[in-house]
């Protein structure tokens, strides 16, 4: 039911050496499997001959076509390689040789060879009948055939009646007279089909090693044991995670708790959904569901997601449960009668219609720093500053899709954590936990951002009704802020997996901690997480290692789910490829210290060269010579006669122990894979054992081969926290358990080990596959089309009221536009240009009415001078504009108000506490109404 392609030319004139084999995989539709053998181009080579005379000898149960290499499908994909042997492939056999091809040949006719000599030898005289001496001459050892069959077939049977026919009957005759136990007889079944390998029956397993077990649930911590805690931040319970979510914690976290537990330590690993806060109300009033519905739609969707990714938790719970509630309810009580719970008054906006307090993603408005007119409460889409949501002007209440009534500001007290009090000791904290252990890059500059610029007190309490309910008289109408809570999840849900859980959690002494998070979830773990955990006075295990990734981008952009960008959970699943392809190259592509890009291409590429043609080709040829030449028993092996190979093998273990152990370093580790799998490839290519074997020199053969297969075991235990589903399925073909990872390299196979039947491990993925999946995770990118600007005012004429309207009236019509293209969730880039217009229109309208910015009153002259500047000058020349006597002051008031709105732009940017950005704005305010006051009186002088 397949195609396979042979090259016979350059194996005829150089046995067993450079010859290339192309196979693909067809349909099964052909009456008779086919052989396409690929002609060498040179016409006085005289292998089609031998081709011709072979055709004949199996044609009942083959058909051979001959081909030249111009003629080949385009879709084939080629191979080299130079050893000779036989390896299988998906679909197909890979076979290196001319006694391996003609094996393979008589196999998918319906040919397995027998045990008896008689039927070895009548099998090598029907190949030198169909082959030219020259090209067998040097298989002198018939055991070879059987053992190259057993590899191809693994079952019994004789030469079918049309292939026995064509063999020398003399030499057959004599052969079967010398063992009498095998005659030839044709099969039964007229269907044509290849016979399946059967596996070995209970092969013997002999390992120098000690064996990983599994933990037993639940799972606590052990006396004279490293006891690890790891936990991945807890993800939105509102969408779909996609590739970015996924790199960031939950997959960067699973290979930490999985290399952990391979080096024999004790591993709790725990993770959920962060179901409360204004994002699932949001959610939840989109799909028309309650709070409770959307957190059960989602949780199971996250679930599904990681399970398909193979994320090996101990348990992944959520953040919704009365364990929740009681903890988070203990701790802030713990804080408050410490003193470190505060109340305060903060302004917000009210809906007099909804008859309530809105949280910042309930209000819209127009943006301070752009103009645009449908600014979030948290951020500007137009021009990407974070805002508060008192910073909005013509503000609208979102909170019902059919509300949009104009809120008002309105006093509310909050309950505030004060992190200034607890900063000298969370300081003090920081810097003991990187004395032992340096946390990634982001998280120290971010950790230490927050300490420069001071901590504040912040708000843990929100007047909303979806969260943990805060239980303190006058508050009880209130929830706790998501930042505060949601780390406390951590916490409840190891309640949830075992009522023990404080010997995780108040065991500072005999546990270690350690957190994978993306770096905008940092200040709440390494500053208002460990302050709350402060503030309680408990004896908390606090987090010794952070691990904060930047971020992923997806082909050159941002992932979104609105627009169908990028690659989410589900849709990985969709591609049809396995969950180990993914999990590979996101490891590949960690960002680990700079944002990196998600690309189909890079994927195909690394897929096809790191993984199938270096580590699989490796570990598939040291199997394969192990089963040809030693029917799967393992030899045994003195490392210490390869010493060279035991050297360069050993310095990439250490990189690979310091980079995932120490300093968590995911990519780097996995790059000292590839390098171990390279170095056995150059190893096995350098002491070419199947020659040995095929000159009877078994012993010689053995040492290197034995070498090859324990590396591959190492191999094999190595991967199993990068792609377990692969490495378990090498180690299934090896017949071996994981084992504990050593230090160094050791002979991990004791004598008498037998390895199973194996096939391949890897595919190759099409180059053409990654077209096709970029362009169905494209999204809506559009390309704006090129635009007629309006005219918006006369030239050179002087501005009249009907010019004015006009101008306002296209105003009008402009911003109608982009909330239609806001609402129908138009592509950002198209949406942009829009915003653009709209803000030219809103210049012009302001240029004309006497309220426009210094910016459009800059004096210009295209390729001129400006007056009293230089030429190409773009700086604003004061003394032009106004009277003498005025520059000074508007100058002084002028960098005042632009140092207020960088002070502003940095704490809202660092995520500073609501009190301190309202003084900062207000501040801001001042001086700008004060600028403005100067400015009319400097223009009302200057009229005079």
């Excluded at 049309?162 to 005759?173: D, E, L, Y």
């Excluded at 009704?465 to 949601?486: I, N, Q, S």
């Excluded at 997480?529 to 981008?553: H, K």
Aim: net charge neutral; aromatic share 10%.
């Amino acid at each position: 039911s397949h195609t396979v392609f042979v090259s016979l030319g350059i194996a005829r004139l150089k046995p067993y050496t450079h010859t290339t084999f192309i196979a693909r995989k067809e349909p099964s539709h052909m009456e008779k499997p086919t052989v396409f053998v690929l002609l060498p181009t040179s016409a006085q080579n005289p292998v089609p001959s031998m081709v011709t005379a072979f055709a004949q000898a199996m044609a009942n149960v083959v058909t051979v076509t001959e081909v030249t290499r111009d003629k080949l499908p385009a879709s084939v994909q080629e191979f080299q390689f130079s050893w000779c042997g036989c390896v299988l492939v998906d679909g197909g056999i890979v076979l290196f040789e001319p006694s391996a091809i003609v094996l393979h040949i008589a196999a998918v006719g319906g040919l397995v060879l027998g045990d008896s000599v008689a039927a070895q030898l009548a099998l090598k005289s029907a190949f030198q009948e169909a082959c030219t001496p020259k090209a067998m001459g040097d298989i002198k050892d018939p055991s070879f055939f059987s053992q190259t069959l057993q590899a191809l077939s693994g079952g019994k049977a004789v030469l079918p009646a049309a292939a026995a026919s064509s063999t020398n009957p003399g030499k057959a005759k004599a052969a079967a007279k010398d063992d009498n136990a095998s005659k030839v007889v044709p099969k039964k079944s007229k269907k044509k089909t290849k016979e399946p390998m059967k596996p070995r029956v209970n092969p013997p397993v002999a390992v120098n090693a000690e064996v990983v077990t599994p933990p037993v649930h639940p799972v606590l911590p052990k006396e004279g044991k490293r006891n690890i805690l790891v936990t991945a931040a807890l993800p939105y319970v509102n969408n779909v995670p996609h590739l970015g979510n996924i790199i960031g914690c939950v997959l960067s976290g699973d290979v930490y708790a999985r290399y952990m537990r391979a080096r024999g330590h004790n591993v709790l690993y725990v993770s959920g959904t962060d179901e409360y806060g204004t994002a699932t109300e949001t959610k939840a009033i989109a799909e028309g569901l309650t709070p409770k519905e959307i957190c059960d739609k989602y949780n199971a969707i996250h679930n599904q997601v990681y399970e398909w990714f193979n994320i090996g938790f101990d348990f992944f719970g959520r953040t919704t449960t009365p364990a929740q509630t009681e903890i988070a309810q203990e701790m802030f009580w713990k804080c408050y009668n410490n003193g470190f719970v505060e109340p305060k008054d903060e302004t917000q906006w009210y809906c007099t219609n909804c008859e309530q307090f809105l949280a910042d993603r309930f209000v819209e408005g127009t943006c301070p720093d752009c103009g645009y007119d449908d600014a979030r409460g948290d951020q500007c889409d137009s021009c990407g500053h974070p805002l508060h949501a008192n910073q909005l002007t013509n503000a609208r209440c979102k909170f019902n899709k059919d509300c949009g009534k104009a809120p008002e500001l309105r006093a509310a007290r909050q309950l505030y954590l004060t992190l200034d009090k607890l900063q000298e000791r969370n300081e003090q904290w920081f810097a003991e936990k990187n004395a032992k252990q340096p946390w990634s890059q982001s998280a120290q500059e971010i950790t230490r951002s927050w300490f420069k610029t001071g901590l504040d007190g912040r708000a843990i309490t929100r007047d909303l009704k979806w969260g943990t309910p805060v239980p303190l008289e006058g508050y009880t109408d209130k929830v706790f802020y998501v930042w505060f809570d949601a780390p406390i999840g951590y916490i409840s849900i190891t309640a949830n997996y075992t009522a023990d859980w404080r010997k995780w959690w108040q065991n500072p002494d005999q546990v270690e901690y350690y957190e994978f998070i993306g770096k905008d979830n940092v200040p709440f773990h390494s500053i208002v997480f460990p302050c709350t955990m402060l503030g309680t006075g408990d004896n908390w295990t606090t987090v010794d290692n952070i691990s904060a990734t930047e971020y992923l981008n997806y082909e050159g952009t941002q992932f979104s789910k609105s627009r169908g960008v990028g690659v989410f959970g589900n849709n990985a699943q969709e591609c049809g490829i396995p969950a180990d392809v993914f999990r590979f190259y996101l490891l590949y592509m960690r960002p680990e210290s700079a944002d990196t890009d998600f690309d189909w291409s890079d994927l195909v590429v690394k897929h096809n060269n790191d993984l199938v043609h270096n580590l699989g080709n490796f570990v598939n040829r040291a199997q394969s010579f192990c089963n040809v030449y030693f029917d799967g028993f393992v030899p045994e092996v003195d490392l210490s006669a390869y010493p060279e190979v035991v050297e360069a093998v050993n310095a990439e273990l250490v990189i690979y122990h310091k980079t995932l152990g120490q300093n968590i370093m995911i990519k780097k580790a996995l790059q000292a894979i590839l390098a171990i799998s390279k170095i056995g490839n150059q190893f096995v290519q350098h002491t070419t054992p199947w020659v040995s074997a095929k000159a009877g020199k078994l012993d010689e053969a053995a040492g290197p081969v034995a070498l090859a297969c324990n590396l591959t075991y190492l191999l094999a235990n190595l991967l199993l926290p990068f792609i377990p589903e692969t490495a378990e399925k090498l180690l299934s073909q090896l017949n071996a358990p994981p084992v504990i990872i050593p230090d160094t390299f050791v002979t991990l196979f004791k004598k008498g080990h037998q390895t199973q039947i194996s096939g391949p491990l890897l595919t190759l993925i099409e180059p053409a596959q990654a077209e096709e999946w970029r362009a169905k995770y494209r999204g809506k990118q559009e390309t704006p089309q090129k635009r007629e600007l309006v005219q918006l005012l006369p030239e050179g004429g002087q501005v009249t009221p009907a010019d004015i309207a006009r101008l306002e009236g296209l105003i009008k019509e402009q911003g109608d536009l982009v909330r239609s293209l806001k609402a129908a969730n138009t592509d950002k880039t198209v949406l942009k240009a829009e915003i653009i217009e709209l803000q030219r229109r809103k210049a012009a309208l302001e240029k004309v009415t006497g309220d426009a910015s210094d910016e459009s009153k800059k004096g210009k002259s295209s390729g001129g001078k400006k007056a009293g500047g230089k030429k190409g000058s773009g700086k604003k020349q004061e003394k032009d504009e106004y009277p003498a006597e005025f520059v000074a002051a508007i100058k002084e008031l002028g960098t005042k108000v632009a140092a207020a709105a960088t002070a502003l732009k940095e704490i809202k940017q660092a995520g500073g506490d609501e009190a301190t950005a309202n003084a900062k704005l207000a501040e801001l305010q001042g001086y700008k109404k004060e600028l403005a006051e100067l400015k009319a009186k400097a223009k009302a002088a200057l009229s005079k």
